[in-house]
């Protein structure tokens, strides 16, 4: 294979599992390989992951699609990263971890979080940064390390993701794209550098951190033993890339103007391009970089299909969630008067509470399993309603919507989504929205970044329209339902804090 027929690797480091494509020129997904890999829990608040596990995980996946297609080194245009964000490792002299790959969903340094979010720093920094203050950010992070592990903070000679952990380990080479910088808390989106002032907070220098690169930044030197294991040439072209939300918009087509990207898997997100930073006066919604004149604004949600699971596991035990969630159709919108605040782990946008808890309100001797399951499918929408109303101050009004992850693999959610959000929502072909969009970068970045940003032709897909008279009951709840969490964000506090007092 030659010329124009070689192939492009994406190599999607997720956080449950590493996913590797291989993808023609045109789109076209020829192969793909799943490793999956564990999210250890030893105490509440903790979600870490071993970066030597996932670093293995890289490695497999490519040796596999390789012998899947049958290809040679020679076969390969280049290879291309896409990876979760906002996690932390910090390395010893010897570029050894000394910590676990801390995730996003580690919630250790909660009380840092509220702590710059009360003093006002944290709204400063997120004005330069485009990151909101939340336990997710490596930012906040580090200040918990420098504060509760001053022991491992003090030995530590780097500070990376997990990214670029895989990165160091396979090249030898230190170095960050500015779109994970961006999610790091501590990168200034409108210099292009690491913020002065960020770095302060949480205590590091500026050498202690990854080198900064554009996305479409060519890395070449793979290790000739990494290069065996994969079945790649040494010199193969892999391309910086960029992390996994701002790629799935790229993946689904996201990036033109009016178009907003969902996507719902464990957790979730909502997403839209705009061509220059962004910021969103209370600091709720991120900004992150894909290319130099793209850039993407949204927000994230903890609470996802794992809603769902969490809702089939107790309401409807021994069955799958698949089974289950067409009962849901069975009862009206707005589930006969009951609302769920599906907060089951605590929250970023729209909130950005750590400590916000579910909650089940309006229940009565009348209601069924069957209105709860509809509860908890429409609460995750009002989430997803809710971050796509703050959006509209920045990117505006959206026209339509393009859906993936699990959750688009259900007609009845697609609908209900249509109905809140009041427009078309089309369900691409593919759902391997992060690696097509690892792949589109790849092939731009070869391409020597010139003209527009690739845009892969892509099928209609399905496509749901919104019912009007579902619209409007929707739009009437929605501000009954964010009420709910303004009156009871109090309470919560205070039932945490007996609960933990009852404890000691």
Not at 79 to 99: G, Q, V, Y
């Amino acid at each position: 294979m030659t010329g124009d027929n070689r192939i492009i690797l994406a190599i999607d480091i997720g956080t449950t599992s590493t996913k590797t494509l291989a993808v023609d020129q045109t789109g076209g997904i020829l192969a793909s390989h799943s490793v999956p890999y564990p999210l250890h829990t030893p105490a509440p608040g903790y979600a870490e992951q071993d970066p030597a596990v996932i670093c293995e995980a890289v490695i497999e996946g490519a040796a596999n699609i390789m012998k899947l297609g049958g290809w040679t080194g020679e076969d390969v245009l280049c290879a291309s990263f896409s990876s979760a964000n906002h996690s932390l490792i910090l390395l010893d002299e010897n570029e050894h971890p000394l910590t676990p790959s801390i995730t996003w969903a580690d919630l250790r340094s909660a009380a840092q979080a509220e702590r710059l979010l009360k003093d006002g720093t944290g709204l400063s920094v997120y004005s330069r940064t485009g990151t909101p203050i939340h336990p997710m950010s490596p930012l906040v992070k580090l200040i918990w390390m420098r504060e509760e592990r001053p022991d491992l903070f003090r030995r530590a000679k780097h500070f990376v993701g997990i990214k670029e952990y895989v990165l160091l380990r396979l090249f030898g080479r230190m170095v960050t794209d500015y779109s994970m910088a961006s999610a790091t808390g501590m990168f200034n989106l409108e210099k292009l550098i690491w913020d002065p002032e960020a770095l302060r907070l949480a205590g590091v220098r500026e050498e202690q951190l990854p080198r900064l690169v554009p996305t479409t930044e060519r890395i070449s030197g793979l290790k000739p033993e990494a290069a065996r294991r994969m079945g790649l040439r040494p010199d193969t072209p892999f391309i910086a890339g960029a992390q996994d939300g701002v790629l799935a918009n790229l993946g689904i087509g996201a990036v033109e103007e009016g178009v907003l990207a969902v996507t719902i898997g464990t957790s979730g997100a909502v997403r839209a391009a705009v061509s220059r930073p962004a910021f969103d006066p209370e600091g709720r919604l991120f900004c992150y970089a894909l290319t130099e004149d793209c850039w993407i604004v949204g927000g994230p949600s903890n609470n996802g299909a794992i809603v769902a699971q969490w809702t089939t596991d107790r309401l409807f035990p021994g069955k799958a969630v698949e089974e289950v969630l067409p009962l849901a159709a069975e009862v009206p919108p707005g589930a006969n008067g009951l609302l769920f605040l599906p907060l089951l782990s605590g929250e970023r946008a729209p909130f950005w509470d750590a400590q916000a808890k579910g909650v089940m309100f309006g229940l009565t001797l009348a209601h069924s399993e069957k209105e709860m399951l509809r509860a908890a499918m429409e609460g995750v929408l009002f989430q997803i309603t809710a971050i796509a109303s703050f959006m509209e101050r920045t990117g505006g009004k959206p026209r339509e919507v393009r859906a993936s992850g699990g959750f688009a693999r259900s007609g009845l959610w697609c609908q209900m989504m249509a109905d809140m959000l009041g427009v078309p929502v089309r369900i691409p072909d593919s759902v391997e929205s992060s690696g097509l969009g690892a792949a589109q970068l790849g092939l731009y970045a070869m391409n020597g970044c010139e003209g527009p940003l690739l845009r892969w032709a892509r099928g209609d897909g399905k496509q749901y329209v919104p019912n009007e008279e579902n619209h409007r009951l929707y739009r009437r709840i929605l501000p009954l339902y964010l009420s709910l969490y303004d009156r009871l964000k109090e309470p919560m506090r205070e039932a945490e804090e007996l609960l933990a007092a009852h404890a000691e």
